[in-house]
């Protein structure tokens, strides 16, 4: 692994190689992705039957969710036991037991060998070696655990508890906003232009938003004037940064002829795009959350998403958003859901230019292996908490953990 020069006490310069270098990204799979961190799989409501699955990867492994007899959700490596051949093809489906169409091997809803074609031979010959045992080539099983409806798994069978792993102020947050019975409104997957890690760094960038995205600022969602804060996990794997619409002390630090995303003159045709209703107590119209590594859970007013960014490579990646509303919701309140999501995806009015500039960032560092980012909005700690959200506090949060993986 090339040498990453990092100063365990100061992520504020982090050098560009690690968003392109094949053998960083090849340690990372195992390192972080194989490593001592739980990784979201599904929903629990995608999976309502017995024998619902889906595919989905951790890293570059390709991974089996399903429902079993019992009703227990399982997690193991799609990559049947015999030859490495998927068992799942499909994204997702209902099955009475999962068989790899090569050579007719086939495995319960545990994972668990149950039969293979021709295992005694044909006519008295062939057939398997006397002394093969099906219960040692099941497909390879994670451990699960299920956290307000989310699905996770880990290879790792000594982690701590999901509520352990996020800490109190990330559980605070997943249950206020999922902590009840929600549905799925839709979902939007795409690929991106560059390193996951690229887009990662964007979801706990808390002052680019209102400098980037121009519908953000001019409309007032979210401005670095609201009254709102960033907190950062123990160790810095998680954050989340938050604030509150209704309480804006800008005192013209807006100015539209400073500022490029500011645009006073804008109006919207059909300003219903942006009705909403004060659906949490505390206030919050913004609050977006990491969970270490590559999901991230954001309400922008009362669009609630999940995003999951899967690496392909060290240069691409695949982003998959999941939209949600309240089971509880109104037939006003669904519209409004529905209309305000068109603030997110690939083609959503502010989520947009954050694809973008994941491409933007990899082409402008082509070449510049040996030079460094600059993380110093906001000094160079990796404190664990700051009312103000003009800072890296919670990018550099991100780099210390995934370096302490890397050198573990």
């Not at 990453?4 to 270098?21: A, G, M, W």
């Not at 998680?238 to 500022?259: F, P, V, W």
């Amino acid at each position: 692994m090339p040498s990453l020069d990092f100063n365990p006490n100061d992520y504020s310069e982090i050098p560009y190689i690690v968003y392109s270098d094949e053998e960083l990204y090849t340690q990372e799979q195992m390192q972080v992705y194989r490593g001592r961190t739980w990784h979201f799989l599904a929903l629990e409501l995608e999976l309502p039957n017995v024998g619902d699955f889906k595919t989905v990867f951790i890293g570059d492994t390709p991974i089996i969710v399903v429902r079993d007899k019992k009703d227990i959700v399982h997690a193991m490596v799609n990559r049947c036991a015999h030859r490495g051949n998927l068992v799942c093809v499909e994204d997702h489906g209902n099955l009475e037991h999962l068989t790899c169409v090569y050579h007719n091997w086939t495995y319960d809803l545990e994972g668990n060998l149950s039969s293979i074609a021709f295992e005694k031979g044909i006519q008295g010959e062939g057939g398997m070696a006397d002394d093969f045992d099906k219960s040692c080539h099941g497909l390879e099983k994670l451990t699960v655990q299920t956290y307000c409806g989310l699905i996770f798994g880990t290879f790792n069978e000594d982690m701590p508890t999901l509520v352990e792993y996020f800490g109190p102020e990330m559980c605070k947050n997943i249950e206020r906003l999922l902590g009840r019975e929600v549905e799925l409104l839709g979902r939007f997957q795409h690929g991106l232009d560059g390193n996951w890690k690229l887009y990662m760094e964007n979801v706990r960038d808390t002052y680019h938003a209102t400098l980037l995205h121009s519908f953000m600022t001019t409309f007032r969602l979210n401005r670095l004037s609201m009254k709102g804060a960033v907190e950062v996990s123990e160790g810095g794997l998680h954050h989340l940064t938050y604030s509150i619409r209704t309480q804006d002390n800008d005192q013209g630090q807006y100015n539209a002829k400073e500022i490029r995303a500011s645009k006073d003159d804008y109006t919207l045709n059909s300003p219903e795009l942006l009705q909403s209703w004060p659906e949490f107590k505390c206030g919050t119209t913004l609050a977006i959350q990491s969970l270490f590594p590559n999901f991230s859970i954001q309400q922008l007013s009362n669009v609630l998403t999940l995003r999951l960014i899967v690496p392909k490579g060290p240069d691409k990646s695949e982003l998959t958003w999941w939209v949600l509303g309240a089971a509880t919701d109104t037939k006003e309140q669904r519209a409004m859901r529905i209309r305000q999501s068109n603030l997110v995806g690939p083609g959503g009015y502010i989520a947009m230019e954050d694809g973008a500039v994941v491409g933007w960032v990899r082409r402008g560092v082509k070449g510049a292996e040996n030079k460094k980012s600059v993380l110093a909005m906001g000094g160079r700690d990796t404190e664990r908490r700051s009312n103000s959200r003009c800072n890296e506090l919670a990018v550099r949060g991100f780099w210390q953990g995934w370096h302490k993986l890397m050198e573990s």
